[in-house]
């Protein structure tokens, strides 16, 4: 079976590609490398430099008749969305509706789509369910949602089926520091640097930290369960962003302190995701603790 990856060079979908291909399907990239890395692809792989916007997309799956799609290219900053909401919209709405229509048009059977927490908004409550309501405060939370609809829709009208999956936190080997950077990434290079952290707010503010390996299985899971659905990925367990700062000084040995900054606007105070319909409908489940993930992550450096 052949798989077309999206932003297959970046972050989480180098990791994606890297299990598909471990368990033997056949992996195509889709990358414009505005923030992915040829180091991070898979050898294995076939690779076209390509924006998903671009017209040349069908002559990619025109040629390559993908089974699936698994879609992670994307505008994923927070930031970069409210100084530049029109480039945040034409990458992450326009560049998916590109690549739904050119999944009509060449039959393929699946898309798996890379959703976001930010979908949600100010929790009315915690954990967030995949039945919260739907209040992004954040332009990328609305770009990230509005493909969610243009999915749903492309799949009730045409045979093409689909899994949503909406990200915690993930973290990981090959997450940039700079840029859109999680903020692991950023804590591991400026404490490996004997540079001081910086938090911004108080540093009580709760996330949901999820390991990328995770996130890749359940990409894996949803490309033969969970038809036509949305799931949290997460560990439904929250972190603040203080107890993320300490763990890591543990383990890297960090001896300095860390400097507070003013809330980003934008930003979300408390994040913790509801991971039981993933558990039950996609027989997936997060084997990573924050202390694991993060011990296997800073391996080289500890």
Same mark, same amino acid.
């Given at each position: 079976?052949?798989?077309?990856?999206?932003?297959?060079?970046?972050?989480?979908?180098?990791?994606?590609?890297?299990?598909?291909?471990?368990?033997?399907?056949?992996?195509?990239?889709?990358?414009?490398?505005?923030?992915?890395?040829?180091?991070n692809? !898979?050898?294995?792989?076939r690779?076209y430099?390509? $924006?998903?916007r671009?017209?040349?997309?069908?002559?990619?799956?025109?040629?390559?008749?993908?089974?699936?799609?698994?879609?992670?290219?994307?505008?994923?900053d927070? /930031?970069?969305?409210?100084?530049?909401?029109?480039?945040?919209? $034409?990458?992450?709405?326009?560049?998916?509706? =590109?690549?739904?229509?050119?999944?009509?048009?060449?039959?393929?059977?699946?898309?798996?789509?890379?959703?976001?927490?930010?979908?949600?908004?100010?929790?009315?409550?915690?954990?967030?369910?995949?039945?919260?309501?739907?209040?992004?405060?954040?332009?990328?939370?609305?770009?990230?949602?509005?493909?969610?609809?243009?999915?749903?829709?492309?799949?009730?009208?045409?045979?093409?089926?689909?899994?949503?999956?909406?990200y915690? =936190?993930?973290?990981?080997?090959r /997450?940039?520091?700079?840029?859109?950077?999680?903020?692991?990434?950023?804590?591991?290079?400026l404490? *490996?640097?004997?540079q001081?952290?910086?938090?911004?707010?108080?540093?009580?503010?709760?996330?949901?930290?999820?390991?990328?390996?995770?996130?890749a299985?359940?990409n894996? /899971?949803?490309?033969? /369960?969970?038809?036509?659905?949305?799931?949290?990925? *997460?560990?439904?367990?929250?972190?603040?962003? !203080?107890q993320?700062?300490?763990?890591?000084?543990?383990?890297?040995?960090?001896?300095?302190?860390?400097q507070?900054?003013?809330?980003?606007?934008?930003d979300?105070?408390?994040?913790?995701?509801? =991971?039981?319909?993933?558990?039950?409908?996609? !027989?997936?489940?997060?084997?990573?603790?924050?202390?694991?993930?993060?011990?296997?992550?800073?391996?080289?450096?500890?």
């Amino acid at each position: 079976m052949k798989v077309l990856v999206t932003g297959g060079a970046g972050f989480i979908g180098s990791h994606v590609s890297d299990l598909l291909i471990s368990e033997g399907f056949e992996v195509i990239i889709i990358d414009n490398l505005s923030t992915g890395k040829l180091e991070n692809m !898979n050898k294995s792989a076939r690779f076209y430099h390509m $924006d998903i916007r671009s017209d040349s997309l069908g002559e990619v799956f025109e040629k390559e008749k993908p089974d699936f799609v698994v879609h992670h290219a994307a505008q994923i900053d927070v /930031q970069t969305s409210i100084k530049t909401p029109v480039l945040d919209g $034409d990458i992450n709405i326009l560049g998916t509706i =590109n690549i739904l229509e050119n999944c009509v048009k060449y039959g393929v059977k699946k898309i798996i789509y890379a959703s976001s927490a930010a979908v949600y908004g100010e929790p009315a409550y915690l954990p967030v369910d995949e039945k919260h309501s739907i209040e992004p405060m954040s332009y990328y939370g609305i770009s990230k949602f509005a493909p969610e609809q243009y999915i749903r829709v492309y799949s009730s009208l045409y045979d093409l089926k689909h899994t949503i999956l909406r990200y915690a =936190n993930v973290y990981g080997p090959r /997450q940039a520091y700079e840029g859109e950077g999680g903020v692991v990434a950023i804590f591991q290079h400026l404490m *490996s640097t004997g540079q001081a952290p910086r938090i911004f707010g108080d540093g009580e503010q709760t996330r949901d930290y999820v390991y990328v390996r995770d996130v890749a299985q359940a990409n894996l /899971q949803a490309l033969t /369960q969970g038809d036509n659905e949305t799931f949290n990925i *997460s560990t439904n367990e929250k972190t603040t962003v !203080n107890q993320l700062f300490d763990a890591m000084r543990q383990l890297l040995g960090f001896q300095g302190e860390v400097q507070y900054g003013p809330v980003r606007p934008g930003d979300i105070p408390h994040s913790t995701l509801d =991971n039981g319909k993933a558990m039950v409908q996609l !027989n997936w489940k997060p084997q990573y603790s924050l202390k694991a993930g993060l011990t296997e992550m800073l391996q080289p450096e500890i």
